[in-house]
């Protein structure tokens, strides 16, 4: 069989027919994946040719090309003349162009279409085609317009905030950008703002240059300079960051002076409150030692025992608040006092005035928890009515007896127990309505902390209390 062509030229072979053939397959898919169409205009015939991807890209179902101007008509008014240019250019002056169009396509969607193009001369140096590419790029278009939407968005937001911001090279901390907050801070021009080094504007220059290098996240108080030469005091917020390859840290500076003015303010009325309340405390002591020494003297002038008995556990009352604010007047702190170091105090005071014929072992166990006056108040009555009716009544004709008071801290709640191996409250006694003044105090204080009371007299007296927390 014959395989030479006519003009004694060699017909490719079956397996190089293959390869062209898969080559062509894989230009078309790359012509599709890439949204690119071929095109190639006869300038003497005025004959089109174009690729099958550019009818997709125009969507097209005719398939015949369209002409120079039909295409033009398809371009939105500002890129007809942009277009037409560059054709009279390739053919005037044989400049080749790459231009991009916004144009319409035969289904009125919008597209972003890049044409490049060139010409194709003769030997004799006369252009007698054009060829080139348009290619959609529509979706980098958009991708594009929404960024530079987004960063007019942030320029906006950066030169509007009124704080100072600086951004500065990480490596040698020269300003390369500033927004109009720092402008009017410092007081420079922008344009000399960016010629200068971030240690030209702070007292400290170690510690700003110390910061940059260990990518110091915040700097609380760094007294800045101003153009005029003044200085305030700055808060600084660092965030190093990577711009267009380029190691670089945002700096915000905020202007604290009358932050700190404020606060030392604060901190001076406060210091006077706490004056002030040290002194009502002290007045209060005094007036509850008063109104004791008050009650001391009605109950000399008294023989009724019943009496006597009355005024004598009113002051035991009393004495419990007194010791409560002296340990306030006493402290630095006028609000709150150790739960532990007031409950000691008073125990031991109450103690001191009863007969020492029998030797009562009181034991202690409560934290050290930090309360405020109205809860540890009510705490320091119930604990002194609990121990004077124990001290008088829980041990008699015996040599010795045990009270226990113990506070456990337990999740949203105190468990306060009360408990003695006396000989307990009498059968008769209804502990949940009582009749005595004592057991109706206990109820009302033990209200007053909303909590919740049980008391048993099976070994001694057990009080129970369990107080929600927090106390109010």
């Not at 053939?21 to 169409?37: C, F, R, S, V």
């Not at 500065?168 to 500033?178: A, H, K, P, W």
């Amino acid at each position: 069989m014959n395989t030479e062509h006519p003009f004694n030229e060699p017909f490719p072979s079956i397996n190089q027919f293959k390869e062209l053939l898969e080559k062509y397959n894989l230009l078309e898919t790359m012509a599709e994946l890439g949204k690119i169409g071929a095109w190639k205009v006869e300038i003497e015939t005025n004959t089109t040719l174009w690729t099958k991807e550019l009818f997709s890209i125009m969507e097209m179902d005719s398939p015949t090309p369209l002409t120079l101007e039909e295409i033009l008509n398809f371009e939105l008014p500002p890129y007809r003349s942009i277009h037409q240019k560059a054709i009279d250019d390739l053919m005037e002056r044989r400049i080749p162009f790459d231009i991009e169009v916004e144009s319409l396509t035969c289904k009125g969607n919008h597209r972003w279409l890049r044409i490049i193009g060139r010409g194709v001369c003769d030997a004799d140096g006369k252009i007698t085609h054009r060829i080139g590419i348009t290619q959609d790029i529509t979706d980098r278009k958009l991708l594009e317009q929404k960024a530079i939407q987004e960063l007019k968005k942030y320029h906006t937001l950066f030169e509007t905030i009124r704080d100072a911001i600086l951004v500065l090279d990480q490596e040698t901390g020269s300003i390369l950008e500033v927004n109009q907050g720092a402008v009017t801070l410092y007081g420079y021009p922008k344009e000399e703002l960016c010629s200068m080094q971030c240690t030209d504007l702070c007292t400290e220059p170690d510690t700003i240059h110390s910061a940059l290098r260990k990518r110091t996240a915040f700097i609380p108080l760094q007294w800045q300079r101003k153009h005029d030469g003044s200085v305030f005091p700055g808060e600084l917020t660092l965030a190093p960051l990577s711009l267009q390859n380029r190691s670089v840290c945002i700096v915000v500076v905020r202007d604290v002076l009358s932050r700190l003015e404020a606060e030392e303010r604060i901190r001076s009325l406060l210091k006077e409150k706490e004056l002030l309340l040290k002194e009502v405390h002290h007045r209060i002591k005094n007036h509850l030692q008063t109104l004791t020494s008050l009650l001391s003297l009605q109950s000399l002038s008294t023989d009724s025992i019943h009496v006597k008995k009355a005024l004598a556990e009113a002051m035991h009352r009393i004495r419990s608040l007194g010791i409560l604010y002296e340990k306030l007047y006493q402290q630095k702190e006028v609000h709150s006092l150790s739960l532990k170091e007031y409950l000691s105090a008073l125990v031991e005071d109450l103690l001191s005035t009863f007969p020492k014929e029998v030797k009562i072992d009181v034991r202690l166990h409560v934290p050290s928890l930090p309360m405020e006056i109205k809860p540890l108040s009510v705490l320091g009555i119930l604990v002194t009515e609990f121990l004077t009716n124990s001290l008088k009544y829980a041990f008699p004709g015996r040599s010795q007896g045990l009270i226990s008071i113990c506070m456990e801290e337990k999740p949203g709640q105190l468990l306060l127990v009360l408990e003695d191996d006396g000989v307990g409250i009498p059968p008769s006694v209804d502990v949940d309505h009582p009749s005595t003044f004592g057991l109706q105090l206990i109820h009302a204080l033990v209200s007053q902390l909303e909590g919740s009371l049980r008391i048993t007299s099976s070994r001694g007296t057990r009080i129970e209390i369990v107080i929600p927390k927090p106390l109010k």
